[in-house]
């Protein structure tokens, strides 16, 4: 068993200990390592590097045209309240030269989700991956999610979504191409 594993699951019996509960009890005595299992998990993108999870899959092409990745699952973890966020992420390039894996914009967006966030930032950070590992002339990151920690506590709204996009190159310069992108992940919805 690993130290950091042994420790994340010591660091849970003493919260489940803080609530009241009896660690002891049969219901509970495996949930400490469960829970630090599922956390690691959760948390795992903190041990991944962009070069290995691409993989060298950036293949070259001639295609110049917008590409869109819709609908990406995204599962998060708010830094403020480690509480989860869940949404759909949605990722456009227009490629120069090289087109990346399509399995690789999944792997890309759960490398950064998987981390405590916010989602301005791993917005941002999606967005600036794969312009890294594209070189691609505009990159283009809308993500839509709902938080945990604004619907089961706090204001305990069920309904409100949070929004944002990350627009570079192209994207960013282009009202065209912005609007060719948002129509796009408009449709078919
Ligand atoms: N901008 C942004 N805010 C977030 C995100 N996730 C959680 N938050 C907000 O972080 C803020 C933390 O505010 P605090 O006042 O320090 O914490 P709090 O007392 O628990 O706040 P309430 O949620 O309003 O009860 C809250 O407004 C959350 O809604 C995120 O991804 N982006
Ligand atoms: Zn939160």
Known sequence: MSKTLDDLAGHYSAIINGLGEDTSRAGLEDTPMRAAK????????YQQDLGDLVNNAVF????????????I?????????VLP?????????????HVLGLSKF??????YARRLQIQE????????AVESVTNAKGVAVVIEAQHMCMM?????????????????GQF?????????FLNLISNNR
């Open 38 to 45: 599922a956390m690691q998990f959760l948390t795992q993108g």
């Open 60 to 71: 070259e092409s001639a295609m110049d045209e917008m590409v869109v990745v819709q609908d």
């Open 73 to 81: 699952e995204l599962y998060s973890m708010c830094e403020h309240h």
């Open 85 to 97: 966020f869940i949404g759909k992420c949605h990722i456009a390039y227009l490629p120069q030269g």
């Open 106 to 111: 999944a792997r890309i967006v759960d490398m």
């Open 121 to 128: 930032n791993l917005t941002r950070q999606i967005a600036e």
């Open 152 to 168: 089961m506590r706090g204001v305990e709204k069920q309904n409100s979504k949070m929004k944002t996009s990350m627009m570079l």
């Open 172 to 180: 960013r310069k282009s009202q065209a191409t912005r609007s060719e």
